[in-house]
C-alpha cells in the first residue's frame, strides 16, 4: 500500500464519527468534584454521557449534566469511568506547619480530624467500583499516605502556558501523552526569594472563595487531553469490534 492510500484508509468519513458519537452516548462519565464542568463538557464534545458532581452548583452553562450534592452515594451508580478532583486543603504539605499542638492546640486537633476525613473521602474514591478511575491532585500526603502518583503534569505541556504540578492516579487509563509544550511566563520573584507562578499570584486580588475556585480549575489543554486520549479506551473496552477507530481514539499502554 503506497503512502497515500495508507493515509486514506485512516481518514473519518462524517459518518465514521457519527456512529462513534452514537456509540459514545452510551458510555457513562462521571466528573467527580467539578463545578467548572470543564472535563465534563470535554467528554460530552466527544459524544459521552458525562456529568459532572459537585456540592456547589455548576459554573460550566450546563445544570442539566451537573448532580449538585454529595458524590459519595454517586460513586458506585455503574459508571465507565470516574474523574475526580477531591479537595486538597487539608491534603497538603505546605498547610503542615497548622498540626503544630503546641501552637495551634484545638485548632491543631480539629486540623487533623480534617485531614483524617480528607484522606477518608480520596480513598472511598480510589475503591469505587468502577474499573477505569483517575483521581487529581496537587503534589501533597497522598504520595505517601496512599502511593505514588502514576504521572505528574503542568498545564504547559497540554497547550496553556501556567505550571501547576498535578499528579494524577490512574487505574484502567494510560498515562496522558503532551499534546502541545509551551513556555509558562516567568515565575513572580519576592523579596524573601520565593517565587510563584504568575497565573496563581495573579489569583491573590480575588475574593478568597473566588481565589480558591479560580486556583483549582482544570486547565482546558488537560482537560481535551483527557476527553482525546481516554476516549479509545472506553470505546475498545465496551465494544470489541472498533479495532478500526484505533487511530480516531488514539491510546497508549494502560496502567
Ligand atoms: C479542588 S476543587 C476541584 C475543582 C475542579 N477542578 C473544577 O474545575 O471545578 C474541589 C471541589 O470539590 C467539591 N467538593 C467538596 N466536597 C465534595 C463532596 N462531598 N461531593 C462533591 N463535591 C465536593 C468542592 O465544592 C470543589 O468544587
Known amino acids: 500500500m503506497n503512502k497515500q492510500s495508507e493515509t486514506e484508509s485512516t481518514e473519518k468519513t462524517s459518518e465514521d464519527v457519527d456512529k ?3 456509540i459514545a452516548s ?26 459532572s458532581c459537585d456540592i456547589e452548583p455548576s459554573t460550566g452553562g450546563h445544570p442539566e449534566w451537573h448532580i449538585q450534592g454529595d458524590v459519595l452515594p454517586e460513586l458506585n451508580k455503574n459508571w ?6 477531591p479537595p486538597c486543603t487539608y491534603l497538603t504539605t ?4 497548622w498540626f503544630n499542638m503546641e501552637i ?14 480528607a484522606i477518608d473521602f480520596f480513598m472511598k474514591i480510589v475503591n469505587a467500583s468502577c474499573s477505569k478511575i483517575a ?8 504520595s505517601t499516605n496512599y502511593r505514588k502518583p502514576d504521572q505528574i503534569v503542568n498545564p504547559y505541556e497540554f497547550g496553556d502556558p501556567a505550571e501547576k504540578r498535578t499528579c494524577l492516579w490512574l487505574k484502567g487509563l494510560p498515562k496522558l501523552k503532551h499534546t502541545d509544550v509551551v513556555v509558562p511566563p516567568e515565575r513572580i520573584k519576592f523579596k524573601s526569594g520565593k517565587t510563584m507562578a504568575k497565573w496563581y499570584f495573579d489569583a491573590l486580588k480575588l475574593s478568597k472563595k473566588e481565589r480558591q475556585r479560580v486556583r483549582s480549575k482544570t486547565f482546558p489543554g488537560i482537560a481535551l487531553a483527557m476527553a482525546e486520549q481516554w476516549s479509545g479506551v472506553l ?15 488514539s491510546f497508549d499502554s494502560i496502567i
Not at 26 to 48: D, H, K, N, P, W
Not at 135 to 142: L, Q, T, W, Y
Open 135 to 142: 483521581i487529581e491532585n496537587p503534589v501533597g500526603i497522598m
Open 104 to 117: 495551634y492546640k484545638e485548632k491543631a486537633v480539629k486540623r487533623k480530624q480534617d485531614r483524617v476525613e
Open 235 to 249: 470505546l475498545a473496552e465496551k465494544f470489541n469490534g472498533l479495532s478500526q477507530f484505533e487511530n480516531f481514539y
Open 94 to 97: 505546605t498547610g503542615n506547619r
Open 80 to 85: 465507565d469511568l470516574i474523574i475526580a478532583f
Open 26 to 51: 452510551t458510555i457513562r462519565v462521571l466528573v467527580a468534584c467539578e463545578e467548572s464542568q470543564i472535563v465534563c463538557s470535554a467528554f460530552r464534545e466527544y459524544g459521552f454521557e458525562a456529568y
Open 20 to 22: 462513534i458519537k452514537q
